[in-house]
């Protein structure tokens, strides 16, 4: 049986890494930085205020207090967004908002709350030190600065910096261009009828899911009966070379670069994407395996006339656990990203597990994070959707433990 470490790894192995493109930064949402992106400007990017009040000498204010203001001519007013701000001459102030540039010469803000609101001339009923409400030059950002790492996953904050830094196109890594297949005689579209002992293709939506969630470019095929010809016509239609496209993993020019199937894996008479992908000569190199887990125990990876597959087992669990610990990881990794695990934290479990030995288990569960507890949801079996779709995190059983009894800490993988 083969470890879930070496699967992982071998799944990671087979996608490379996706081109660099460079991207217009507003589309490059969920990309990786291909590179560090340096800071061309500083921010702020000018001297300015935090604070709506009057721009003064601080030591022009160290005497104020409560029933002795000091009162200062205001000579000026400055709105943010004014470019032609004067300097500040001594006993003055200028009236300023939040943002705007501070006129040379002064060195702190007085909020309006410390004083009477003046617009011609201002009482000022408290002192400030120098530097206080004053945002100075570069002191978020300096010129030159790694403001994102390569491998910095782009969010709404990453995306508003580089906007701030009126940087227009990003290194990023191209996405991935998966198929997936999903394969089953008994198999029924959703929006058609389904007969008694027919199934819905839920893996189709699932597999594509996970994998668009982390930036992937999914495309979903027709699934296919456990009809070996009809498998290997459409991966052979799938992966016919289109030239010149991207090629993430030596995919030979084929527009994917990987494909990702479901069902088919196990043992019995109908094992569709096993026997396809095994058959002499018919173009595929793909391993078959029973890997140390539970759900996700048969597994497959390997090439398909040059092109990445990677083999789901067909049960819906199944093959969302298996995303979880070896497709998604690889996918994120070979678009670039730093960070390809969910987040992990360890919680108290609320009630006892049972697991079996020598088998990693991912138990699904609910986390509650201010308590630090988790509650498994549902049973173990590997056709509980329903239980699946409840859950908001994985709990980890690690292959040495086979019992773990409520109270007890364990590794959480949150799913959010
Ligand atoms: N004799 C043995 N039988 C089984 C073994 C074994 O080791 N020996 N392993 C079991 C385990 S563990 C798993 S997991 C499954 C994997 O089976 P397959 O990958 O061959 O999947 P199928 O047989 O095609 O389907 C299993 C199950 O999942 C349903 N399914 C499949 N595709 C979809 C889909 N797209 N949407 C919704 N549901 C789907 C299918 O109807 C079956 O109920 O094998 C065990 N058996
Ligand atoms: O290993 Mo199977 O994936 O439990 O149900």
Redesign the pocket.
């Known amino acids: 049986m083969r470890s879930v470490e070496e699967h992982q790894r071998v799944v990671r192995g087979l996608l490379g890494s996706t081109p660099v493109t460079s991207s217009p930064t507003a589309a490059a949402v969920g990309r990786a930085l291909a590179d560090d992106v340096r800071a061309p400007v500083p921010l702020p990017g000018a001297d300015s205020s935090s604070m709506d009040g009057y721009a003064v000498r601080a030591a022009d204010v160290a005497a104020a207090a409560a029933g002795a203001p000091v009162v200062l001519p205001v000579v000026d007013d400055v709105p943010a967004g004014r470019v032609d701000v004067a300097p500040l001459e001594p006993g003055t102030a200028q009236r300023i908002m939040t943002g705007a540039v501070l006129p040379p010469g002064a060195d702190a803000v007085v909020p309006v709350e410390a004083t009477d609101r003046g617009r011609d001339r201002v009482a000022v009923h408290e002192p400030r030190e120098p530097e206080a409400h004053v945002r100075r030059t570069g002191c978020d950002v300096a010129v030159g600065d790694v403001v994102l790492p390569r491998g910095t996953r782009l969010g709404s904050a990453q995306l508003g910096l580089l906007a701030a830094l009126d940087v227009a196109t990003v290194p990023v890594h191209a996405a991935l261009r998966v198929l997936v297949v ?3 005689s ?2 029924v579209a959703p929006g058609q009828p389904a007969a008694p002992g027919q ?6 939506t ?1 597999v594509a899911t996970t994998l668009r969630e982390v930036g992937a470019d999914v495309r979903v095929a027709q ?1 296919v009966a ?1 009809d070996v010809e009809a498998f290997l016509a459409l991966l052979d239609a799938e992966t016919a070379p289109v030239g010149g496209a991207g090629d993430a993993g030596g995919a030979g020019g084929a527009g994917v670069d990987l494909v990702v199937t ?7 008479a ?5 026997d396809g992908l095994t058959a002499a000569g018919r173009g595929g190199e793909v391993e078959f395996t ?1 890997t140390a887990m ?5 597994q497959g990876a390997g090439r398909y006339r040059g092109v990445p597959v990677v ?6 669990v ?2 969302f656990v298996s995303c979880e610990v070896h497709l998604r990881p690889a996918v994120l990794a070979a678009q670039g990203h730093a960070v390809t695990s969910r987040p992990r934290v360890r919680l108290t479990l609320a009630e006892p597990l049972r697991s079996p030995a020598g088998k990693l288990q991912l138990r699904r569960g609910r986390a509650d994070l201010a308590a630090g507890t988790v509650r498994p949801q549902g049973e173990a079996a ?2 509980f ?1 329903g239980a699946l779709a409840l859950a908001d995190c994985l709990v980890v059983l690690p292959e040495h433990v086979t019992e773990v009894a409520a109270g007890e800490q364990v590794e959480v993988w949150l799913l959010v």
């Open positions: 999903s394969t089953g008994e198999l199934v819905h293709d839920a893996n189709s699932l699934f456990d479901s069902g088919g894996v196990s043992e019995g109908y094992e569709v994407v096993k029973k539970q759900p996700g125990m048969p083999c789901l087992p067909g049960n819906p199944s093959a590997s056709h959707l």
